[in-house]
């Protein structure tokens, strides 16, 4: 307070000074303006302050001689200590000096910035009279120099039309005292004009003869392309034709094979029949177990042409299935067969008949092994086939009986199914691994092979007669 004061008391000591000596500079007019004119913010140091501080901004001497440029300081300086009520006041003021003074472009700045303050202070109702109210300015002014623009282009216009007036009353004077010379460029036009439209004529005879080359060349080339097609057409009737022919070699195919199939079962049944035949006229055990062997291996391998011609794949066979009816004919087969129980652990798996004959064979060696010798009571054989790798299958026929009989401290493994399974096994390119303990396990590894095309019959039977 004692410096707002002391500097009230040094500028009203100067300004007399000035008056005493009859002269005021502007600085001191615009300073004594600025105390007059200013709103009563109670804070005229900060007014003199702000003055001083934004003067340069503004491209005027200290202090200012205009109070259109002394408000948009202060306003600016309020805005930066964000009192906003104080820009509003000083915004009132700077529009009232604005339009008395037709500042129009003033006039919008000033209710830019009272729309700021009033955003500021949250009063959004006078902030949206005070945006519109800046929007009708800026678009007033907008249009008031669109007008001065259209204005000068007016004028602007108008001169270049009298300008442009001036030349050709020129060039008329010109062209008056050089009329031979336009008559000669008349002539001279004429003649050029002449050989324009010759040139012309020419040009478009030429295009003519170019769109008719144009024309028979599209012509040549449709012919050909017809030619083509038609080509192209026979071709393609004649490969229709092809795969018809093909699609009934196929269908004459797989019905051969069915035929084939069903005759080669129905031929191993007939040889079943006169084994059965044959075994009725026998008294000797071992040769009717012999007979009856036999008579099981062959239904072995009539099961799986059974499969193949009732299939419509003539090159794949379900093991599930098949494994599953083959123990039912071996049930069948065996008296004594309801102590034992069966545990089927068989994967989805479908084999070429080139390996699905021979793990047939062996499913009906290790079975019927297992039925006959394993069990003197009840009993459990497992049976698996199961995918244990990328393109490798294990087959196990396990028992829970008695194992293997011992000669000379060893299982003895040399019967005539262990050599029948032990010779299908290397068919099958695999391994065979047989355990005996606390009954027998028969482990035999292979490859997958893909579907081959048929070849013709199996030929197990003459293996099986080897050893029989």
Partial sequence: MNRLLLLSCCMIGYLFQCVAQDKLFPSEVMLQRLLDEAPDTGDKFMLVRANIRYAPFMGMEWG????????????????????????????????????????????????????????????????????????????????????????????????????????????????????????????????????????????????????????????????????????????????????????????????LLKEIHHRVKNNLQIVMSLLNTQAAFLDDKDALNAIKESRCRMHAISLIHQKLYQSENMALIDMHTYIHDLLIYLKDGFTGINRINFDLQIAPIKLDVSQSVPVGLILNEAITNAIKYAFTSNGTILVSLQQTGDQQLTLIVADNGKGLPVEGGTPHKKSMGMMLIKTLTEQLEGTLNIQSHNGVIITVNFKYQEKQAFTGPVEFEEEITNYA
């Fill in 64 to 255: 200012g001689t205009d109070s259109i440029t002394m408000y948009t300081s202060l306003i600016r300086y309020y805005l930066d200590k964000k009192q906003y009520e104080t820009v509003r006041q000083y915004a009132a003021a700077l529009a009232v000096a604005a339009q008395r003074d037709g500042r129009l472009e003033v006039l919008a700045r000033s209710y830019a910035c009272w729309f700021k303050a009033d955003s500021a202070m949250g009063r959004y109702q006078d902030a949206i009279r005070h945006y519109q109210l800046y929007k009708s300015s800026h678009d007033s002014l907008f249009n008031i120099m669109k007008r001065q623009q259209l204005n000068q282009l007016e004028i602007q216009f108008k001169t270049e039309q009298k300008d442009q007036a001036l030349k050709l009353k020129q060039q008329n004077i010109e062209l008056l005292t050089r009329e031979a010379q336009l008559q000669d460029a008349k002539l001279q036009r004429a003649w050029f004009i002449r050989n324009v439209i010759f040139g012309g004529a020419g040009m478009l005879l030429l295009l003519l003869l170019l769109g008719f080359n144009r024309y028979q060349l599209k012509l040549r080339s449709n012919r050909q392309m017809k030619e083509q097609q038609d080509e192209i057409y026979k071709q393609n009737l004649s490969l229709q034709d092809l795969i018809s022919t093909q699609d009934k070699l196929l269908e004459e195919k797989e019905w």
